[in-house]
């Protein structure tokens, strides 16, 4: 089983909303989801948001705002709402965890299409 599970994504028109979640399975012992990164067409793989290890959050530029980044502890879960959605946006969203701040992981990839 993968060590996170991402759920989500999808087609939408520009100004709609997507909810992104990631959640650790258990199958790899201490994995937190920390955040989300996109992979848009011919391009690499860039921060959407996160939580720092102090518990404080990151956005990139291009979406505060926009998205919020929330988690849900009991759950080991981490939300992506995505609102005012734009084609820019669009692009493979991906989760990644950390193993207690020493290794990373990365969820598998779930796409997020806006047509204008």
């Known amino acids: 089983q993968v060590p996170l599970v991402v759920s989500g994504g999808g087609l939408v028109q520009a100004g709609g909303s997507l909810r992104l979640s990631c959640a650790a399975s258990?199958?790899?012992?201490?994995?937190?989801?920390m955040g989300w990164y996109r992979q848009g067409p011919g391009k690499q793989r860039e921060l959407v948001a996160a939580?720092?290890?102090?518990?404080?959050?990151n956005y990139a530029d291009s979406v505060k705002g926009r998205f919020t980044i929330s988690r849900d502890n009991a759950k080991n879960t981490v939300f992506l709402q995505m609102n005012n959605l734009k084609p820019e946006d669009t692009a493979v969203y991906y989760c990644?965890?950390?193993?207690?701040?020493?290794?990373?992981?990365w969820g598998q990839g779930t796409q997020v299409t806006v047509s204008s």
């Open positions: 258990g199958s790899i012992f201490g994995i937190n989801p």
């Open positions: 939580f720092s290890s102090s518990g404080g959050t």
């Open positions: 990644k965890g950390s193993q207690w701040g020493l290794r990373d992981y």
